[in-house]
């Protein structure tokens, strides 16, 4: 009998070429036209660009190793040195390079200082004399650093940073979804700046985060690739629309509008909405869930022509602090001040503007050239070309109720056979959080016989 995947984002594929690998019959079925999911792709000007996720986390070495196994390590790049900005409401100033999730490890730090302002700076070096602190004093984020750090630690760097990259509320984000390693790292050194200090000193030297030299949607058409000469067969536009336990204990049958599968094991690796709507199938003690309202997300990238950006005026790019009213965006990526190859790409002066925004919302080509304008502190002429890409998030990996879900769903599987769950949704956010689901998924399946 077949094993299916179901998704054809790169938790699905990394899960199918690992199965296949240990020797397995696998048929991957992806709803959409095309592979990715959310490590997407688009063109401007000519030119391939990542539309979803451009970068992958350095720590753990897990996506870099996969990069490798599908002939791509010759190909992983470092950002150019830099580093992003922060646009607070009085002024714009580099991030503090020395911390976590916005979290400084050194409060009395001049580039920490330069963001809170001496007073905020010496309220967040508190933390090192105030009460030793023990696990599962807080639960989540925001109250966290607002009693050990104070508000302007939360407001000027946390918010920031947590909003912009996980797109979430830091008062309503649980430490152990965010970071699982930080209460450990509290009880350990009893401060949250000397944990922050820990975790960091245990991190590998060098950059946070890399690409791939022509973007990081060459990866699942490297995994296809790769997928497609172990045997597995690659299906696109095959929406499922069944998954109900097959005829013989321990078996599952598979449906789409096309065809139906007898599989002996099966890997859901879909959005959210999407696994729960199957596994709600699949399990019939599992309770209908709540689930929190979905997340919309625009990406605008522009091409502008301006000679001043060739100085890279703000690094990589910049973070907007929730008090910078002015602004609509919540980020720019300055592209071709990020990634060598893409600033190689074209002629002197032009570069690439990568601005995110909450919500569907259209964003007029104004809108987001002010936003561009204001961000990076130079008036920019109008841009030479501009793409959008949508994105809907519709489990928010971070929501109360995406984490209830996890719950509920782990506690079912724990006594079913052959039917296990990975995705973004259910591992985290991230390449390499879901790279690293996707292969322990793979790995419960392969240490079943049959």
Same mark, same amino acid.
């Given at each position: ?26 048929? /991957? %079925? ?30 753990? =070495?897990?996506?870099?190793?996969? /990069? $490798? ?68 004093? *807080? ?14 630690? /939360?407001?000027?760097? !946390? ?6 990259? *996980? ?43 890399? =690409? ?24 696109? $536009?095959?929406?499922? #629309? #069944? ?18 599968? &007898? ?80 600033? &190689? ?11 995110? *925004? ?54 079912? %599987?724990?006594?079913?056979? $052959?039917?296990? !769950? ?29």
């Amino acid at each position: 009998m077949t094993t299916v995947v179901i998704g054809g984002g790169v938790a699905g594929l990394t899960a199918a070429r690992r199965l296949a690998e240990s020797g397995r019959d696998v048929v /991957l %079925l992806e709803a959409s036209a095309v592979l990715g999911g959310r490590v997407g792709s688009h063109e401007l000007a000519g030119i391939p660009l990542d539309s979803g996720a451009e970068s992958f986390a350095v720590r753990g =070495g897990i996506v870099a190793r996969l /990069l $490798g196994e599908v002939g791509l390590a010759g190909d992983v790049v470092d950002p150019i040195p830099g580093g992003a900005w922060i646009a607070l409401k009085d002024r714009t100033v580099p991030l503090p390079a020395a911390g976590l999730l916005g979290i400084p490890s050194s409060p009395l730090a001049d580039e920490v200082r330069l963001v809170l302002g001496a007073r905020g700076s010496a309220r967040a070096y508190l933390d090192r004399v105030l009460p030793v602190l023990h696990v599962g004093r *807080y639960r989540h984020l925001g109250p966290l650093v607002r009693a050990r750090m104070g508000t302007a630690v /939360l407001e000027r760097l !946390v918010a920031p940073v947590v909003e912009s990259v *996980y797109g979430a509320d830091p008062d309503e984000v649980e430490i152990d979804a965010i970071l699982p390693t930080l209460n450990a790292a509290i009880t350990a050194t009893g401060a949250l700046s000397a944990a922050v200090e820990r975790l960091r000193a245990a991190s590998p030297a060098g950059s946070a985060v890399q =690409g791939v030299q022509g973007g990081l949607l060459r990866l699942p058409q490297a995994l296809a690739m790769d997928a497609l000469a172990r045997g597995v067969r690659l299906v696109t $536009g095959a929406r499922v #629309t #069944t998954l109900a336990p097959g005829p013989l204990p321990g078996t599952w049958e598979v449906g789409t509008d096309d065809e139906r599968l &007898d599989a002996t094991n099966v890997v859901v690796a879909v959005d959210g909405a999407a696994a729960l709507d199957l596994l709600q199938q699949a399990l019939p003690h599992l309770l209908a869930l709540a689930r929190p309202a979905p997340a919309d997300s625009r990406v605008v990238t522009l091409l502008v022509e301006d000679a001043r950006l060739d100085a890279r005026p703000r690094g990589s790019g910049v973070l907007r602090a929730s008090g910078r009213a002015d602004v609509r965006a919540r980020a720019l990526t300055h592209l071709t001040a990020k990634w060598q190859w893409l600033h &190689d790409l074209l002629p002197p002066g032009q570069h690439l503007l990568r601005l995110s *925004y909450r919500g569907a919302d259209p964003v007029d080509d104004a809108e987001a050239g002010a936003d561009a304008s204001s961000l990076l502190g130079v008036p920019l002429p109008a841009a030479i070309a501009r793409d959008d890409a949508l994105w809907r998030d519709t489990l928010p990996p971070l929501a109360p109720e995406t984490l209830a879900a996890r719950t509920a769903v782990d506690a079912q %599987l724990q006594a079913v056979r $052959g039917l296990v !769950v990975t995705g973004s949704w259910r591992t985290g956010t991230g390449l390499a959080a879901v790279v690293s689901g996707a292969e322990r998924a793979a790995a419960a399946l392969t240490a079943r016989r049959g």
